[in-house]
């Protein structure tokens, strides 16, 4: 009896090809997985591809759930952007596809899984550590990473099996899920060239967008966003609303030199309407309500945790220590934050909280102030003394030389 392969296919042209691969050059039956993290594929379509392919068996997990609660919302609480600009949206979902990989190789006595990554991103990274830590005994067989053909040679692959190539068949490589769209290759590879129109789907042009701004309101518990303007929501439900939303007022375009963690500089351009809107929202009201010395050192602990995630290492028990900080800090973020959306922009203009920590009698320049100036004169001569002696002896030892 053939061996059998569980691959995470797409529907795209690569993994559709890798259906034929793994069937030949491993000569292994297949069985493919798509799991929905909310990429908006059509997943009967999927599922017709694959079988119009000569898998043995289909399957099609709805995860978005999962995703948003066990993936986002932890990202949220982490104010998680990667070098300051990328929300790690591609690497969120990574090791939550591969959890499912697993799970189906073992109900199913699978003893291989395939993906279809490159030798030359992150996502390989994701998925090989991801697997490995849940099944060490699993192959991972990865023949993008090994069979070298140009995009042309693949095509006249898929061609010579029967693999239908469209031809409105996108020059970019796409990655959507509820937090975002990842698009690169193309034109896009000079990263001195403006993105053109076309990559973008998720977001208007801010030119184009309202001539007239848009008022949001996001409501905050435990430090995970739980209604809009008023109205309660479902995670997934919020999540799609925000990129609406945001999306029609141009927000959430990412234009990024990008670090990989295989050493590569890369350009790479996003479209994140809801995770720009939530991230800057949740990192404004946590400013609110901890302290100076929690939001410093929650800072170094937000990186550390994105940096985790994007290089592939969800799985390292380091995020979940990390994550014990990080949640008990969130039990006081809550309330509820205004931003205002104008042609591409976005504002945080107005926060309240029932743990907020600004007292307006403290911080008023009325007269009327319950701030005590005169101890600020005391003060300021203990908090310089370091810094005033060393000037002093500095001065001094200058003036010997002379
Ligand atoms: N650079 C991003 C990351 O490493 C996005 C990767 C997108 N993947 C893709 N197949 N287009 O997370």
Redesign the pocket.
């Known amino acids: 009896m053939k061996d059998t392969t569980l691959l995470a296919y797409s529907g795209g042209l690569d993994t559709s090809v890798l259906i034929k691969w793994i069937q030949q050059k491993y000569d292994s039956e297949v069985i493919t997985l798509t799991v929905d993290v909310g990429q908006q594929n059509d997943l009967k379509a999927i599922e017709k591809k694959a079988k119009s392919l000569g898998v043995k068996k289909h399957y099609s997990i709805d995860a978005k759930e999962e995703f948003v609660t066990n993936h986002v919302f932890p990202a949220i609480k982490a104010n998680a952007l990667y070098e300051g600009k ?1 929300p ?1 949206s ?2 969120l979902a990574r090791p939550l596809i591969a959890s499912k990989m697993v799970k189906i190789a073992e109900e199913e006595g699978i003893k291989a899984v395939a993906h279809g990554c490159t030798g030359k ?3 390989q990274v994701r998925f090989d550590i991801t697997i490995k830590s849940l099944a060490p005994r699993l192959k991972i067989i990865a023949p993008v990473r090994e069979w070298g053909l140009t995009r042309d040679e693949e095509i006249k692959f898929a061609k010579a099996n029967g693999i239908q190539i469209s031809p409105t068949t996108s020059p970019y ?3 959507q899920n509820l937090w975002g769209r ?3 290759c193309g034109v896009l590879e000079d990263p001195s060239h403006e993105p053109p129109e076309e990559v973008f789907e998720w977001t208007v042009p801010p030119e184009k967008a309202p001539d007239k701004p848009e008022y949001v309101t996001i409501e905050f518990e435990g430090g995970i966003p739980c209604a809009i303007n008023g109205e309660n929501l479902n995670p997934v439900g919020l999540i799609q609303t925000l990129n609406k939303i945001a999306g029609k007022h141009g927000v959430g375009r990412i234009d990024h030199m ?1 670090d ?1 963690l295989v050493g590569i500089k ?1 350009r ?1 351009i996003y479209e994140c309407p809801a995770a720009t809107v939530l991230l800057e929202a949740h990192k404004d009201l946590e400013k609110t309500v901890l302290t100076r010395h929690e939001v410093l050192f929650k800072q170094q602990i937000d990186a550390q945790w994105t940096f985790l995630v ?1 290089t592939g290492l969800w799985m390292d028990p380091l995020r979940e220590d990390l994550e014990a900080f990080i949640n008990k800090t969130q039990d006081r973020v809550c309330g509820e934050v205004k931003v205002k959306l104008y042609k591409g922009g976005l504002q945080v203009v107005g926060r309240s909280s029932p743990m907020s920590l600004y007292d307006v009698n403290l911080a008023t320049y009325d007269i009327q102030t319950t701030f005590d100036q005169s101890c600020s004169k005391g003060f300021i001569e203990l908090w310089g003394l370091p810094t005033t002696m060393s000037n002093i002896l500095k001065k001094k030892k200058e003036g010997e030389k002379k």
């Open positions: 990328y790690v591609t690497a991103g992150n996502d490589s796409i990655d990842s698009i690169e990008e990989r890369s790479e994007y």
